[in-house]
């Protein structure tokens, strides 16, 4: 009964922005967990082309590169129109891609409002709703189709940094997991979140660059690895978690719920 809890045999899932950096780890995760395809998306042709061979080598399964800007509606359109030329039916849905922009309040332009808006809410919404075909094609009650929109921590927290869109698109990707779950889970579409904490990457350069000195503000004291990511995502995407709806899932290190906030003596 427990045997299979954690399969992805078979499974078909698109991984946007899975050219590097979290997307990779998940879509490495969901292929050595059994996944048949996986795609990925990305701007960077070359790059995105590199990431699915290396995977496809290391893997049973294949990944399968489809370098398009999903940042407007035009390249969200054509992303969907592939996979549905290709697959009848999508099991998972990772709503990966994502920017970041950081100035001060005074100088804080609208193009780093709107470019992280687009890519960090509208994406995931729009994309979601251009592939609900084949997401409801895959789905049934015993096997639920699956869409794990990756926010942030800093959707959940106050990050002091200031990243005023971002902090805004990441909690408004929370609440809308919650509210596509209330509509998606009547087609037995299973809709999550991720907030990830500090991992290395090109977008967290302060993980990647001084990964001790981020970790100290860490309460396990170290940054997120590849494994922690997979890990919450093939939970998320398997049998695992299917009982697991709307929620956002903190893989943190703890930064969330296991800190105290106010260093030192506290309040009193
Ligand atoms: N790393 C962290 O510590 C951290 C923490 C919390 C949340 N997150 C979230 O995790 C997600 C992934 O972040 P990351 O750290 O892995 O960032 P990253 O290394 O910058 O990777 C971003 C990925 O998205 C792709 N991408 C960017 N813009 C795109 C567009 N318009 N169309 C299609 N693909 C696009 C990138 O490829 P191209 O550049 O070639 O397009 C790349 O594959 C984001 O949503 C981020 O907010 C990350």
Not at 117 to 138: D, E, H, I, Q
Not at 238 to 248: F, K, L, N
């Amino acid at each position: 009964m427990f045997k299979d809890l954690f399969s992805l045999h078979g499974r078909v899932a698109l991984v946007t922005g899975g050219s590097r950096g979290i997307g990779k780890m998940i879509a490495g995760g969901f292929l050595a967990y059994g996944a048949a395809r996986v795609y990925i998306t990305a701007r960077k042709a070359a790059a995105c082309q590199a990431t699915a061979d290396e995977l496809t080598e290391q893997y049973p399964g294949e990944c399968i590169a489809l370098p398009i800007d999903i940042s407007t509606m035009a390249g969200i359109d054509m992303l969907a129109g592939e996979i549905k030329r290709r697959e009848p039916k999508l099991d998972i849905l990772v709503n990966n891609a994502g920017a970041a922009w950081g100035a001060d309040f005074d100088e804080f332009p609208e193009a780093g409002w709107d470019k992280v808006m687009n890519l960090n809410v509208k994406s995931p919404f729009f994309l979601t709703k251009a592939l609900a075909g084949p997401l409801r094609a895959a789905a049934s009650a015993d096997r639920p189709g699956k869409v794990i929109n990756i926010a942030s921590i800093d959707g959940i927290f106050v990050n002091p940094l200031e990243t005023y869109s971002y902090a805004a698109s990441k909690a408004g990707l929370i609440h809308l997991t919650r509210r596509m779950a209330v509509k998606l889970i009547k087609d037995h579409i299973v809709v999550t979140a991720i907030a990830p904490g500090p991992f290395a990457s090109d977008m967290n350069r302060a993980a990647r660059d001084e990964a001790d000195h981020v970790a100290k503000r860490v309460p396990s004291g170290r940054i997120g690895t590849d494994e922690d990511m997979a890990g919450a995502a093939i939970y998320l995407a398997s049998r695992a978690g299917d009982y697991v709806v709307g929620a956002t899932l903190p893989v943190d290190g703890g930064v969330v719920y296991a800190n105290p906030g106010i260093q030192g003596d506290g309040w009193a």
